[in-house]
């Protein structure tokens, strides 16, 4: 089985992402300096890698080769979303419960990387103990 260890996230500004993920998202910093930084959460670690060249990209939205999109799993999708919205984190889509049997929301870090929060509807061997 291969599981993810490790994600890497090229920014634009060090320290605006820091303030992000660190501050908004509440990511434990692991190491930091103006090139890099990591944060670990329950057995993956984020990188932020300084970018010598900005992406370029004129939408937030939609599936671009060379982007990746974070996906987090919360408690409570509606709280996370207040909690978002008055920190004035973009929020590219609401709550709204999918097709696939989850309440999913997406918003943008401050570079515009979207990321999807979501929860399960439905409880079963995906909730891993949630309640």
């Known amino acids: 089985m291969t599981k993810l260890r490790y994600a890497l996230v090229f920014v634009s500004d060090m320290e ?3 303030a992000f993920y660190r501050g ?4 434990p910093l692991t190491s930091q300096s103006p090139e890099r930084t990591e944060f670990t959460t329950e057995g993956t670690t984020l990188a932020l890698q300084y970018a010598t060249k900005p992406s370029g990209a004129a939408a937030v939205q939609g ?6 999109q974070l996906g987090l ?14 920190r004035g984190t973009l929020c590219i889509q609401p709550p709204t419960e999918g097709a696939f049997g989850a309440k999913l929301a997406v918003y943008a870090d401050p570079d515009g990387l ?12 995906a909730d891993q103990g949630l309640p």
């Open 24 to 27: 908004v998202l509440g990511w």
């Open 73 to 86: 799993w919360v408690d409570d999708v509606e709280a996370f979303h207040r909690d978002m919205v008055a």
């Open 114 to 125: 979207p990321f999807s929060v979501a929860r399960s509807l439905t409880k079963g061997p």
């Open 63 to 68: 599936e671009m080769a060379g982007r990746c």
């Open 16 to 18: 605006r992402s820091v």
